[in-house]
């Protein structure tokens, strides 16, 4: 810090130095270097138009080296943080930038083995795929035969259920039909021995029931 | 009370008092004549039901019909407590249950004995002889003549039935045909 500070202020002198001796040069043209004019401001004595020619140099010094001084004090300061942060963050891009290409170098290994067994890993997946295509494969074959089965079991069960409805429905009209038909022969001859004869029997069924 | 509760108690009262008096047939027969009186006269029919008219009226019209007929004094009573009680109105489900009562305590059965064609008196006695020895009671028949029957007795005591007609005898062939 104190080492910066010592560097700064010798940078300061001889620019401060550099510049007076620009000035003493800036102020000859006849011969050897002289100063015209060192403290004088034209609110003094000196005349408009040559203050303008031959400045107060000796003020521009002081006024250069106030403002080295201001600048050094607050860089003395600021800086070494500033440098010592923006070191710290060079270093952890470094850092970073470090572990970034360990990692590709690592992935690029890791690709290379891979590469190099790629031909091994596609027979493995085509094999994979082959297995499991043709279990897929046996169990759709399953599913369906399955489902035929059971489709036609349905189906062969509704046929019977039809079948024996209509049966039935066939058994019933066949019944009414003989029913009417003989309802109607029966009416057509019925005559008086025969309502005895139904009587006869229907006495002996209620005799035979009393018996029983 | 519903009518059917207030008819059995009617009759229950009425069974017991004319079981003492041993007048159970009479009475029985002597109301069942009243009721069919009434209702074969519309006007004697609107006097004894219709209570626009008053239970005097009612009273006097059936004691005016009591002195032409000669009721037996506790059929004539029990009419004119009805009518004063103003339970006239019930006598049908009255008769209906004092019937089935009187029939209880005789051992005797009601029977529908149907036929296409009439029977004769022999034959309906025959019929009734073989219902009295299958139910072991005394049986009281009505004849119907049904023509549905085709030919043939159907015989019905209260939920049991004895079918020797030819339409049941159809009927089974029907059933044995689809079975």
Redesign the interface.
């Known amino acids: 810090m104190l080492a910066l500070r010592k560097v700064l202020f010798g940078i300061t002198f001889a620019l401060s130095g550099l510049s007076a001796s620009s000035a003493l040069a800036a102020g000859g043209g006849h011969g050897e270097p002289h100063v015209t004019n060192w403290f004088s401001l034209p609110i003094f004595n000196i005349e408009l138009s040559e203050s303008i020619h031959a400045p107060a140099l000796g003020w521009v010094m002081v006024s250069f080296a106030v403002y080295v001084g201001i600048i050094v004090f607050i860089m003395s300061k600021k800086l070494p943080d500033f440098l010592a942060q923006r070191s710290e963050l060079i270093r952890q891009a470094i850092d970073e930038a470090s572990e970034a290409k360990k990692e590709a170098e690592a992935n690029a290994r890791k690709y290379e083995e891979r590469m190099a067994k790629l031909d091994e890993e596609l027979k493995q997946m085509r094999e994979d795929f082959s297995t499991q295509g043709q279990t897929e494969f046996e169990r759709i074959e399953q599913s369906a035969e399955s489902a035929a089965q059971k489709m036609q079991k349905d189906t062969e069960a509704t046929i019977d259920a039809e079948l024996q409805k209509a049966l039935?429905q066939l058994?019933?009209e066949?019944?009414?039909l003989?029913?009417d038909l003989?309802?109607e022969q029966?009416?057509k001859s019925?005559n008086?021995s025969?309502?005895a004869r139904?009587?006869e029997?229907?006495?002996e069924?209620?005799?035979r029931?009393?018996q029983a | 009370m519903s009518e059917g509760k207030v008819a059995r108690r009617y009759a229950r009262a009425l069974i017991e008092v004319a079981s003492e008096e041993n007048l159970v047939d009479v009475v029985e027969s002597e109301l069942s004549a009243f009721l069919k009186l009434v209702h074969g006269n519309d006007e004697l029919k609107q006097i004894i039901f219709n209570p626009v008219f008053s239970v005097e009226e009612r009273t006097a019209v059936v004691e005016g019909l009591s002195k032409s007929v000669s009721w037996n004094a506790l059929t004539h009573k029990i009419l004119l407590v009805l009518v004063e009680k103003e339970r006239i109105t019930a006598l049908e489900a009255i008769l209906e249950a004092f019937s089935g009562e009187a029939d209880r305590l005789a051992n005797r059965l009601r029977a529908t004995i149907s036929?296409?064609?009439p029977?004769t008196e022999d034959?309906l006695a025959?019929?009734v002889t073989?219902?009295e020895?299958?139910t072991g009671k005394t049986v009281l028949a009505q004849t119907d003549i049904d023509e549905s029957l085709?030919?043939?007795?159907r015989a019905q005591i209260g939920g049991l039935v004895?079918d020797?007609?030819?339409?049941a005898r159809?009927?089974e062939?029907?059933?044995q045909?689809?079975n």
């Open positions: 039935a058994q019933t066949t019944a009414k003989s029913y003989a309802k029966l009416e019925l008086a025969d309502q139904l009587e029997t229907f006495l069924d209620l005799n029931q009393a | 036929s296409a064609q029977l034959r025959q019929i073989g219902l020895k299958r085709l030919s043939g007795v004895f020797g007609s030819l339409k159809l009927q062939m029907q059933r045909l689809v």
